[in-house]
């Protein structure tokens, strides 16, 4: 998610600059023929030791290199974690609410105790919890 999202804010610097309508960053679409030069201007802009020629200069990769570079120096936080579990929380509640098979007073989100599940055998550790009352 986060890899997509500095791609996509490299081709929404460039709409900026043009000075259409300026999309969210979540609605900016970046097609197969653009993804090089905003993958390329997302390698560039990204704060990570990257390769040099023998001049210093950073060398021009193909884009599966530069693509495992960045996925290889992306950090995710444990904010980061929250936020995508908050965001997945409510599109589950949304969809619930769209089938309306369930009354929407009836469905809440409970702030989790903990990003890590409790350990359970013979259960893998990224998992799902729902609760029915």
């Known amino acids: 998610m986060r890899f997509d999202r500095e ?14 309508p300026v999309p969210s960053l979540d609605n900016v679409v970046v097609g197969a023929k653009e993804y090089p030069k905003y993958l390329k201007a997302a390698y560039r802009a990204a704060k990570f030791p990257k390769p040099r020629n023998f001049l210093g200069m950073l060398k021009d990769l193909p884009v599966p290199e530069m693509e495992k570079l960045m996925y290889a120096h ?45 350990k359970k055998e013979g259960q893998p550790e990224s998992r799902v919890v729902f609760a029915l009352k």
Do not use: C, M, Y
């Not at 791609?7 to 259409?20: I, N, S, W």
């Not at 995710?76 to 908050?86: C, P, S, Y």
């Open 7 to 20: 791609v996509r804010a490299q081709k929404l610097k460039d709409l900026v600059r043009e000075g259409g």
């Open 74 to 118: 992306i950090r995710v936080t444990d904010g980061d974690l929250r936020l995508l579990a908050q965001r997945r929380a409510q599109a589950v509640k949304d969809l619930l609410i769209a089938s309306k098979q369930v009354n929407p007073e009836r469905i809440f989100l409970v702030e989790p105790k903990t990003l890590a599940p409790e």
